[in-house]
């Protein structure tokens, strides 16, 4: 999930439904081929698979458990559990077909432990780990183990947000949470078309090791690890509380279109302090951790807040930077030489409801030769006819209901830089204080300006391979008569 802020009062009672790991829907992964597939909303329970360890989730758009502003192109898991005194914890899985998987361990603040990236994992003798630089990313023989220890926070020595090259793990700390709850996160970003969400492989498996030396698996060991508890949280561990969030919005004052400024104004994510001073305009020397809600630590994250008042159509126009390939299934890994790992940019509702609408990730995105994009915002209504992939043009949608809460006008959007290369100087990794975004990451932070949708399309008309060829015939055609005519005088 996303660092940002979530309702933490109705999310509450919601979590702790989830904690009772309903097997509702906990079929085989369906295929993907595009769109998500449609689905009966009459029917009790959440779609996509589960497991007894893996309860709660998966968290993505819609129609998937959709709060703390998740990336569409992912799928995220949650395992709650308590490791018995004296036992030991290894979890089995295989290596997805995706562009990146990981494991997070988190306090009870929603705070992140450790991360454990999927480059970094060994895999077992006679497997291969795709994710690393030039591997098969099609190997049959895929697995891996890894071992949870009951501990503290580990001092891994790297960088967050950073691609660490040669670094190598097997093992990730866990803290007992009020001396008794464990949280893991495990995140697929991206599967390979044609797989699954957990990108063709199955949800991984916890392997018990007891004091006594016996081994459980698969359903023994969650019940002795207790798995169906129930989320043991802070009162803050979920964000901002929706009072909270009225009282920003309506600071004396401020203006209708708050915190929505004109040029667009964005913002690195530092911690918690530093995300209300977007709203109360407070500066400082804000610490840059990862400390948000139940972050991505691996991502470094910045926002901006639009508002339609302004004008119905909003239009980006950025650089994006160099990553893999790897949705079509690509043989080989190529990480060496890239900027990042990941890349997306998300259109979302407001800091209470923070549910995400649409995610374009850095494959999905049409760019020209220069990888320069153009990404017009608007509701459905408002969307120019040029603003198609088709045309060279990204779009993605407002909320017809803008923050989900008090501003029918608002607009959020989100941006993902994920592992970056350290010699990469544009990253948002490297935005050390407020104010300095657009000096560090030029022309990778992307520029805004307000349109109607009449305006947008006269100025950026459709550039279709069919219409360009169009066109090219008729200039030939009209020169042809052009010279016809000449000679005939």
Known sequence: MNPALSRPLGWLTLAASLALGSTAFAADPVPMSGPKQTVDNTQPGV????????????????????????????????????MPEGSKLRIEGQFAHARYTSYTSYDDRGQPVETLADYL??????????????????????????????????????????????????????????????????????????????????????????????????????????????????????????????????????????????????????????????????????????????????NQYIRTFINRKFGPVYVLRGTLPTTPRTMDGEPRMEVRGKDMRYWSICSQHGAANTTVVKCLNDEEVVTDKNRHYVIAFSRAADRPRTAFAECGINWLPIPDDGDGMFDPDQGNILMRNMLARPDFEHAIQRVKKTGEERAVMGDYLPAGIYMTKDIFESAYTCQSPVELARLAHEADAADAAQQAAAQAK
């Not at 996509?48 to 502003?69: E, H, K, M, Q």
């Open 121 to 298: 994992i060994t895999p077992l003798p006679g497997n291969v780990n795709p994710a690393r630089d030039g591997a098969d990313r099609r190997a049959p023989r895929r697995s891996y183990a890894i071992d949870v220890l009951a501990g503290g926070e580990r001092d891994t020595g790297r960088a967050e947000g950073y691609y660490v090259e040669g670094a190598t793990s097997r093992v990730i700390h866990a803290p007992m949470n009020g001396g008794t709850q464990q949280v893991l996160l495990l995140r697929t970003y991206t599967p390979d078309r044609g797989t699954s969400i957990t990108g063709g492989v199955p949800l991984p498996v916890p392997v018990l090791t007891l004091a006594d030396g016996s081994v459980v698996r698969g359903a023994a060991a969650c019940k002795a690890l207790q798995t169906n508890q129930l989320l043991k949280v802070q009162a803050d561990a979920f964000g901002m509380p929706v009072a909270r969030y009225r009282e920003l919005l309506t600071l004396p004052g401020k203006p209708d279109t708050h915190p929505a400024t004109r040029p667009s104004t964005w913002y690195a994510q530092f911690d918690r302090k530093q995300f209300e001073g977007i709203f109360t305009g407070a500066v400082g020397n804000f610490e840059r951790k990862s400390e948000g809600f139940y972050p991505t630590v691996d």
């Open 47 to 82: 779609p996509g698979v589960r497991t007894c360890f893996w309860a709660s989730g998966p968290y993505s758009g819609d129609p998937y458990l959709n709060i703390a502003w998740p990336d569409t192109n992912t799928y995220y898991w949650g395992a709650k559990f308590t």
